[in-house]
């Protein structure tokens, strides 16, 4: 036979062969199509009971959004301006706060939430900390953000995550606020320090008024000038050589009336400058009502709310996977235990 036509049929036995193992193989399976049964249901059977046995585990989520400017409007005082995204971002850095997280389950578990719930008994610091997760909103994307609280217990879990989400809005609110009293208390003793400025400065201008009329006083009595133009000899040398001020020159009955009235001044202020434009500033500082009602340190796009269904464990998936794996361990042990028996 010629090299070509004993290729050819060379090729068609081994074809041939392929068949066959294939057949046999199959036939093989076939023959003990019972261990790829008892191993399937074996599989399935034991996910069952791990379904039956195992806990539900629940989840809520909180959606959240920026605040709205006028959200913000009361904490925006004299030429204070807060950002919108500021704000945002601190609710997000106070949820994700390992301190904020256990002083918030530390006030729950002593009378709180927790203590109500069943899954919380015996829940520890720890657990709550991972079940409550965070997914921030990626650079350039929509500014939504998401946190959601995983647990056992299905009626109490929306709860747990909307007061959390609460308290810490409330802990913003009143670090902003707290803030801004502080702005406002050091901005009203600064003012208050110019105006207690003005006023000493004032006194001692008024004192010093005093002593200067009371020396001219002095010359005017030494002269005899009782009042402008009474005196009885030559003015323009007696200034050169007693005082160069012209205050004398009013005489002793004008400058006595100026003293006496500069002596029993009861208060400076409406001879002082700018000093009713300073009160106006502390009296408009100090008139500052805070509404903590009105401020929202964020936008709840949607509350927690009891969920239908659990997300733990899969049943569907774990029952395809167990039903999956027990066939391949049932078609593995088809083929090769009676292999080895044979063999």
Do not use: C
Not at 273 to 284: H, I, K, M, S, T
């Amino acid at each position: 036979m010629s090299g070509p036509e004993a290729s050819r049929e060379n090729g068609m036995s081994h074809h041939r062969d392929d068949e066959i193992d294939l057949a046999e193989l199959f036939t093989k399976i076939w023959n003990r199509k019972l261990w790829v049964l008892l191993t399937t249901v074996v599989a399935v059977a034991l996910a069952l009971i791990f379904l039956f046995f195992a806990k539900p585990v629940y989840q809520a989520k909180v959606h959240l959004m920026p605040p709205k400017a006028a959200d913000l409007q009361s904490l925006n005082v004299s030429e204070r301006r807060l950002e919108p995204s500021v704000v945002y971002d601190q609710v997000l850095n106070e949820l994700g706060s390992k301190q904020q997280r256990r002083i918030f389950f530390d006030q729950e578990k002593q009378g709180g939430l927790f203590s109500n719930s069943k899954a919380g008994k015996g829940i520890d610091f720890q657990q709550f900390d991972r079940a409550l997760k965070i997914q921030k909103p990626r650079k350039g994307s929509i500014v939504f953000t998401s946190i959601s609280l995983d647990s056992f217990d299905k009626q109490s879990v929306a709860p747990m995550l909307n007061a959390f989400v609460t308290y810490v809005q409330e802990k913003v609110v009143s670090d902003q606020i707290s803030n801004l009293l502080r702005t406002q208390d050091q901005q009203i003793e600064l003012l208050e320090q110019q105006i207690a400025s003005k006023r000493s400065l004032a006194k001692r201008r008024r004192q010093d008024r005093i002593a200067q009329l009371r020396e001219a006083y002095e010359v005017a009595d030494a002269i005899g000038m009782t009042a402008p133009g009474t005196a009885g000899f030559n003015l323009k040398s007696t200034i050169n050589i007693v005082d160069h001020s012209s205050l004398f020159m009013r005489g002793t009955t004008v400058l006595s009336a100026e003293i006496m009235q500069l002596e029993n001044r009861k208060s400076d202020d409406p001879f002082i400058e700018g000093l009713r434009d300073l009160q106006e500033q502390v009296a408009a500082l100090k008139a500052i009502s805070i509404d903590s009602q009105s401020i929202h340190p964020v936008q709840i796009d949607a509350q927690a709310f009891e969920p239908e269904k659990p997300i733990k464990p899969k049943k569907r998936l774990i029952v395809a996977i167990s039903i999956v794996l027990g066939g391949v361990l049932g078609l593995i042990l088809a083929l090769v235990v009676p292999a080895r028996k044979e063999a």
